[in-house]
């Protein structure tokens, strides 16, 4: 790796490798022992409603992260302005959803479940700070990040401990998730601040600059909006066929790949974007090289984590979890393969991002969440949990594998590569 990209980036991709095998270690200590301690059916309560909120992240999000990073890279005189506007657009995004959950709710829908609806939401709301992430990537300094979220783990891990020993409701974990984004935010700012570069002088609302930034992610928002709904889609018929408790079975499945494995993969191509973006600006070359190392460093860990639960899944889920989540066996062993694909997906995004071609990134989660819709339609019913996991699994294939070979550019531009 540190044949192509500097040490600096290598540091920040350390750092950001520690922090999500930090979270591992605890993610396997505490989170079975809340599945187990909730049940199926209370964590498939849960899992459902983070679900459904999570078809609004893009426009929670509005797609600003990379783009944002990749403005700072390429003007970092004006990282205070975009880092401002950022934070403004995405607060008024927040303030329409909320206040569309808070009427729905209190006006149209009669749910026991309101009360976690409102929590996620809110917790929504602090999560508006990791725009100082941006600011942090972009800059490299992914050693605060890693101080910062490390901090705030304890203190959740702990609190859930608690929750666990004393048989909480599952109100009370939701409630720690808000906390979880409150204290990292709380953290940004102080460090942030004391290292003065944070400077809220500087952050004044910008009609043009928002507007560029909000053109630039649109396509983003878009493809990002049809991620979330193929992602969720399988909950959606989950709970229509089967019920809270296939949603429960399915979400430990999703803990284990996606929470504990697949975000070590996210991280590493996290962070080194920014490095990708100086190289494709000023040296294509060598942004060539990069992509081709990173695209074998990616394809090696996901084969790793799908022979690991592969060889181990069984014996994880017998161990760590209840009986109840035994039928989560034959689905991890189906959805482990995800990551191989998905890995290799967000680095194309990646070069979508710096190429200002993300409309191709429209069109390939398009056919992906069809795919899926499909899928699910039809195994759902009949292979259950399983059914569920074959169809994402599938969908990730077709969006990012297929996708590449289907688009000539694309296509031509990979052999070019290798």
Known sequence: MTSVFSKKDFLATNWFTLEKLIQFVSGVFIVPKIFSA???VDIGKLKFVEAVLGMFTPLFFLGLSAICIREIVFHPKRSQL???NAFYLRLFSWILIALGVFLYFNFTESSPL????FIITL???FKLTDVFEYYLLAKKWTKIIFFTKIISL??????????VQNQLDVTYFAKLIVLDFFIQGLLYVLILKHYDHLQFKKWLFSW??????LKMSFPLIVSNSLIMFYITIDELFLKYYIGDHANGVFGSVQFLVTALSWNIGFSIVGALYPSLAESYKNDLKLYIQKIKRLIKIMFVLGLIIAVFYTLFGDAILDSYFTENYAEAKTPLLVFCWAPLFVFLGMIYEKHLINSNNLQKN???????CLSNLVLCYLLIPTW??????IAVLASHFITNIVYVFIDGKSRRELISIF
Not at 384 to 389: F, L, W
Request: charge should be positive.
């Open 38 to 40: 909730l049940g199926t």
């Open 82 to 84: 975009i880092l401002a």
């Open 114 to 117: 309101k009360a976690l609806y």
């Open 123 to 125: 917790s929504y709301l």
């Open 154 to 163: 304890i203190i959740i891990v702990s609190l859930q401990y608690y929750g």
């Open 208 to 213: 043009t600059l928002s507007k560029s930034l």
């Open 362 to 368: 429209v069109y390939r989660f398009f056919i992906g």
């Open 384 to 389: 259950q949990v399983t059914g569920a996991a």
